[in-house]
Structures are given as structure tokens and as C-alpha cells.
């Protein structure tokens, strides 16, 4: 494909075939809810045991999986610590166009409980750690605590500028293993000539065999994508487009690269209506005694200019669909989920030393030091880079 349109020539008789096949293959099993660290002796995966966390935060393990295939959990919390959200009422959408960069502040629902800050943005990147972020607003960030009555429940949300700020898309070293790639093809890493305009990296999706949602890296194609896919398409003229597939499906000669989540938490600027009804199990669910520790997504506002990173702690799928629309976003997916998948990393070079991460959005949130520069990831990812 350059990438993703030179394989859609090259297949145009069979493209219609492979997503039928992707989509027969997983109807008759829903995805698993689990997304669960490479196994070793001590459960963690071998990203997990050189495990460096940001400054002023601690190292951790890898987040324990519920019983039964539920997703990660705190067990200390109280098991009906978000049943609020379930009755809470829907905030209305706020009345945001897109295209303002920084966005304008977060005006909370009337029953949030803000904490000082709540819905202000401010800018991330620290020019001291020799951050390229700092050196125009390219990223922004803000925290949102969207319902009263659990104190848990927290958004935490970055916001890029993607007239300034271009996003690529990395299959990592298990989904090439997965998809049975031949070796040699790139994965893992930011590719060496674009490093020195590297801004900051974010989570990709489930894995693969978790419902096998499309996921096209450039001339790599893992999987193919489904119609039920809510799908984050990266355009080669630099455009990024977030939408269901059956919307996009059209433009597919024009798509550089794509990655698929269950369906869309917001289309259109609406909820999707299965999560007003507090159904969630097409994104991974919960446990009925246990809340869900962390849970990643991203939006995308009207003009397609400003794209939202969106980490909850306590937050079911609705509540992370409800923070993204009064940040201003039109649509959302999920992406992937627990404790130690969930990361959006800023890189810098401090005091002269080599690439490597330096500040993370929130605190504890699991990294390797020179991970995506040297240390290949198992799992895709997406980075940003400032644009040429």
C-alpha cells in the first residue's frame, strides 16, 4: 500500500471478500473482554519487567485481570461505587463547532463535581525535559470529574492540534507474530528519520484476536476491516478521519492507514444508544461486583483539526463518551483497556540524553524509558510528529 491503496488495487477483487470473511470469522464469538499483559513467569510480560514510570510517579506491575475474563480491576473499590452513572441524565451537547485550538474551556454538567481546574486546558510539554511539545501548544490537556457522587470517576484528556501535528500508525512485534507477517517489515519502533520530530505516542486498540478489528499500518495489513468497526482512519494527504466503516469505506484508495474499535462510542455528537442503556459489552464490559480500573479512547471534533486522547479511572464507556462530547469531540472509539495498555507518553531529551519518554499524561502510567525509539512494542500504537 502506499500503503493502504496500492493494496486495494492489488486486491480490488478480493477486498469486499476479506471483510466478509473478517466478519463471518467474528460474529459467532464476541470479543474478549480482557486485555491481558504477554504472559511470563511472573504474569507481567517483558515490557512489564523493565518498567520505568515517569518522574514523580512510581513503577508499577501490570493490572490483575478479574476472574473469569472481566476486564483489570482495583478490588478495593466499592462495588457499587459508578452504579450512579447508570440513572445519571445526559448532558446536553455543547454547542462547539470545532477547529479552536487550544479548545475553548470544558463547561461541566450540573452534575459533575469539578474538582479546582476541571475543564480549564493547559499546555503539555516541559521545555526543561527538553520536550519538543514545548515549543508551541501542539498538545493541550485538561481533567474533567463528570459526575457527583463518585469520587473515583475521573477523565483526563489531551487535546492535539492536527494542523500542526501529524499522527502515524505502528503494528507492534505480537500483532506481526499474530497475523504471521513476514520478518523484516517494520513494527515496533517510530521510524529513525522521523525521531527528532517526535512529540508523543498513544495506545492503540485491542488486540487482534479480541475481535479482530481492522488494523492497516501502511503496507502492512494485520486485519481487515469490519463493517461494525468504528474506525480512526489516517488519510495520506495528512487528514484524519474517525467514523464508522460503512462511512468510510468509500475513501478506501485514499486511506494510508487504519485501526478499528467496537463500535462508535460517539457518532454524530450522539451516545451510542447501547451504552444509555448501560449495556457496554461490546467494549469489554464489566464485572457486575468490580469497577474497571482504566479504560483509553479517542475523539475527533467537527473540523477534523483537534484530535482528543481520553484516559478514565472509574469511567465505563459511556462516561469516557460523555467527557470527550463536552471537550468538543463529534465522534469516539475506545481503545484498548487496563492498567498497563493505556498510555499517552511525551518524549524529550534532557540535559543532552538520548529520546526517550519524559513525561506521561497522568501519573503511574506504565513505559519503558526508550520505549518506541529503541525498545520495540509488542502491542500497535500511534505517535505524533510535529509537521514538516
Known sequence: MRGFAMASHLARGTWSGLVALATGVVTACAPSSVQSPPASANGAGAEARAVLSAPGSSSGVAEPVAPGGATSVESARPANEGAVAETAPEPPAPAVAGGTFPPVRVALPTNAAPAEGDGEWLPFGNAA??????????????????LRGSRFLTVTIAAVDLSRVNVRLVPGTEDMLWAKRP???????????????????????????????????????????????????????????LAPWP?????QDRIESLRQTPPCLLEDGAVHPALLRNDDKRWAGHAADLQTRRRSAVGLDASG???FYAIGEEAAPRWLAEALRLAGARS???????????RFLVFGKPSGDPLQVTSTLIPKMEHLKRGYVERPSTRDFFYFVERQ
Open 129 to 146: 525535559l527538553g520536550e519538543r511539545a514545548a515549543t508551541a501548544p501542539f498538545i493541550v490537556r485538561t481533567v474533567l470529574h463528570p
Open 183 to 241: 520478518p523484516g517489515e517494520p513494527s515496533g519502533v517510530v521510524p529513525a528519520p522521523e525521531q527528532e520530530r517526535l512529540l508523543a505516542v498513544m495506545n492503540g486498540g485491542f488486540q487482534p484476536k479480541h475481535g479482530r478489528w481492522g488494523l492497516v499500518a501502511g503496507p502492512v495489513v494485520i486485519t481487515p476491516p469490519r463493517d461494525e468497526g468504528c474506525t480512526l482512519a489516517l488519510l495520506r494527504d495528512g487528514t484524519v478521519r
Open 247 to 251: 462511512k468510510l469505506a468509500a475513501a
Open 305 to 307: 483539526r483537534v484530535l
Open 332 to 342: 469516539a472509539a475506545e481503545l484498548d483497556i487496563n492498567w498497563y495498555w493505556t
